[in-house]
């Protein structure tokens, strides 16, 4: 019942930006932190960043730090992943994903393609 939607990939220049979304049903939107993940080809999956449940704190991967921005709003039950200055290195599928403490209770959706090249 869970359902976690991605949306806005595509294929863009260096130094382009993107905004990825990533609309949720099927449990408590407000009340659960949020994260998103990318995995290149051949390469291990990568924590891109998170957001607390409220949208008051967030925390990002060193790779992005500067250059992506997540944002929530609780009333649309949708996350984003605000991605500017965007690298070749960035390229994957991102993943948006219900996240809590102990992991137990994450849920993933089925992701998103980010290609960056020239």
């Known amino acids: 019942q869970v359902q976690l939607v991605e949306s806005g990939g595509g294929l863009v220049q260096p130094g382009a930006s993107l905004r990825l979304s990533c609309v949720a049903s099927?449990?408590?939107?407000?009340?659960?932190?949020m994260a998103w993940d990318r995995q290149a080809p051949g390469k291990q999956r990568e924590r891109v960043g998170r957001?607390?449940?409220?949208?008051?704190?967030?925390l990002y991967a060193d790779s992005v730090k500067g250059r992506f921005t997540i944002s929530r709003n609780n009333a649309k039950n949708t996350v984003y992943l605000q991605m500017t200055s965007l690298l070749p290195e960035d390229t994957g599928v991102y993943y948006c994903?219900?996240?809590?403490?102990?992991?137990?209770?994450?849920?993933w959706g089925q992701g998103t393609q980010v290609t960056v090249s020239s």
């Open positions: 099927g449990f408590t939107f407000h009340t659960n932190a």
């Open positions: 994903g219900k996240i809590t403490r102990t992991g137990v209770g994450n849920f």
């Open positions: 957001i607390t449940a409220g949208g008051g704190g967030t």
